[in-house]
């Protein structure tokens, strides 16, 4: 057959695209702008500029267009964000839903990036079209957007680390809007995603104080030991001036972990806004952290990791939304909400906006490999896929009350021996 007739081109007819029928005209359903109520968000920008000045100011639809859609991916990340706290709300998380915490904080992160580089779309406005229009906007300012303030509240920022807004509570912005004053106050007594996370990482199985396969005990032994190696590397440095300086970091080191083996030092430093978590739950972390290859610790490490994307994100969409204002508006101009302007937003860059804190601060309490205190055998069977034979659990030593309950599938510690990790 010549090249030209053949009605077939890899098993597929000329005319496929063409196959289907209109459903619209065969339907009595929701239409798509019907379905999304587009009348209503596309006819949701109102310009000042239009309504009370002498010209339509350009620029401004782009300003509120912006900022509807960070409106509108607030309330998505807030949707996500309440349906893990719930799943975290339970006694115990098993595996399954692990992945679906996962899975929904991950696409937390996506639209994190996606408001971050957001703030590139409003810097193609030149500070003069701005000043075009700003006028109009007072006294509305982003400080009081009501979703933005429940998502901080939701993730963990208590209002002791809050800067105080003109020295006021940071409330007082919502003026008479009632409803907005009790949604936000149901937020800071509500448990936030910190505080949901803290429980679950004090139920991190190897923290049983009493159990001799204890992890915090076998870590504070390792540490002291490379500490002790240490001090003895230095006692032998020939040269006095060196021997000085290597025997003052053995101290600042002891010193480091001692803040965190000694209760008291801990519970100062989440006084002084330091730290975050509670002393139990911060144990949990470093211990995730070592073991992180144990297949049931290694979706609790990636979830520790996504809490600390989530906190650099916004930092990185603060920091872009500072610059930005910084080119608008200059350092010394008040903000349209009476605020500072330039150096209040500055001022929320610091760690006292960082809700995970002491995952960032990990890294300093964490021992080169070789010196990470070796998982028992009994910690290897409750961090392992399969539970062990029971008899294999008896010769590692454990008593018959544990291998009965192994051999039940009951929980201990937080681990379903059945195979389900509910920390």
Partial sequence: MSGGGCPMNNGFRSSDAQDGINMAEHSTGMMYGEYLQLDKILDGQRLMSEQLGSETVHDEHLFIVTHQAYELWFKQILYELDSVREMFSTQEIEERKMLEVLKRMNRIVLIWKLLRDQVMILETMTPLDFMEFREYLTPSSGFQSLQFRLLENKLGIRQEHRVRYNQSNYIKVFGNDATAVVELQRSEEE????????RWLERTPGLDEEHPSNFWSQYQEAVDALIREQQNEAEATKDE?????????????????????????HNALVARGERRFSHKALQGAIMITFYRDEPRFNQPHQLLSILMDIDSLITKWRYN????????IGSQRIGT???????????????????????????????????IPP??????????IREEPNSQNRQAGLHGEEDNKSQS????????TSGELSL
């Fill in 241 to 265: 001036a060196l021997k000085v300086h290597l025997l003052n970091e053995c101290q600042k080191k002891k010193e480091i972990f001692d803040s965190i083996f000694d209760v008291d030092i």
């Fill in 409 to 416: 599938g009951s929980s201990i510690g937080g681990l379903e």
């Fill in 321 to 328: 939304h500072v610059m930005l204002v910084q080119r608008m």
């Fill in 191 to 198: 448990p936030s995603l910190c505080e949901l996370v803290q």
């Fill in 375 to 384: 998982l028992s055998h009994y910690m290897k069977t409750r961090l392992s």
């Fill in 337 to 371: 909400g009476g605020s500072s302007g330039y150096q209040y937003l500055r001022s929320t860059l610091s760690d006292r906006y960082k809700v995970f804190l002491d995952l960032f601060n990990l890294s300093t309490f964490i021992l080169p490999r070789k010196h």
